[in-house]
């Protein structure tokens, strides 16, 4: 794996580990629930917004991981999927509580990286096991 490929499975383990605890932070009330987060939103509390961090953003992130280190056909897929989640994700964050915090631009450029830097599948290219 040459220096990008490796600096992008280091931001997908980041973006992956990261939500997956931001996430589970959320559903057990480690990070206290402000009122304000939900309140322009449909959930009643961060429970359901934490489980969808985890499962939908941290895990897609954690699956393109294992996916490019086991060089699984479509890990550049799963790569991309990945990277345009954690930047919906974090649109719809500041659209939805309507403020803003430093991270969120950490996590927008992380996801727009992982989109920059997923290589292009090579038609015809095939994965030897």
């Known amino acids: 794996?040459?220096?990008?490929?490796?600096?992008?499975?280091?931001?997908?383990?980041?973006?992956?580990?990261?939500?997956?605890?931001?996430?589970?932070?959320?559903?057990?009330?480690?990070?206290?629930?402000?009122a304000s987060w939900v309140r322009e939103t449909d959930f009643p509390s961060n429970f359901f917004p934490g489980v969808i961090l985890m499962a939908v953003v941290g895990g897609s992130s954690l699956i393109a991981a294992t996916a490019q280190v086991k060089r699984s056909d479509g890990w550049q897929l799963a790569s991309l999927v990945a990277g345009f989640v954690m930047v919906f994700w974090i649109v719809g964050e500041i659209a939805s509580i309507r403020a803003f915090h430093f991270l969120q631009v950490i996590y927008l450029v992380t996801g727009a990286l992982v989109v920059a830097w997923t290589p292009a599948r090579r038609a015809g290219t095939t994965v030897s096991r």
Request: charged share 10%.
């Open 1 to 34: 794996m040459n220096t990008k490929g490796r600096l992008l499975l280091g931001l997908l383990l980041f973006n992956g580990v990261s939500a997956a605890a931001g996430g589970l932070a959320l559903m057990t009330e480690w990070i206290p629930e402000q």
